[in-house]
Nanobody, 115 residues
């Protein structure tokens, strides 16, 4: 059973920064991709950032220039560095992974951007 455990969410003022962490229960090399989705109330879940097994990254247009996705292979960790946060970034952020069999999701962590 694969587990993805997020941490690092919270309340931050507009313009502030947060770093989300995702700990995987097995080697992240076993996944073809890992990343982050988010879902705000009343909206569909949207892709925020992906990092592939080869190290390539892709970010949603709405976060390019502000967010960075990275990984630490030795620690089986994936990170989402979020800078210049806006109220529109308020959502539950979920860690995501996929292999050849299925997709996996973490439980989610709340990020609230408000003054």
């Amino acid at each position: 059973q694969v587990q993805l455990v997020e941490s690092g969410g919270g309340l931050v003022q507009p313009g502030g920064s947060l770093r989300l962490s995702c700990a995987a229960s097995r080697s992240i090399f076993s996944f073809s991709a890992m990343g982050w989705y988010r879902q705000a109330p009343g909206t569909q879940r949207e892709l925020v950032a992906i990092v592939t097994s080869g190290g390539g990254t892709n970010l949603a247009d709405s976060v390019k220039g502000r967010f960075t996705v990275s990984r630490d292979i030795a620690k089986n960790m994936v990170y989402l560095q979020m800078n210049s946060l806006k109220p529109d970034d308020t959502a539950v952020y979920s860690c995501y992974a996929r292999d050849t069999i299925r997709n996996y999701w973490g439980q989610g962590t709340q990020v609230t951007v408000s003054s």
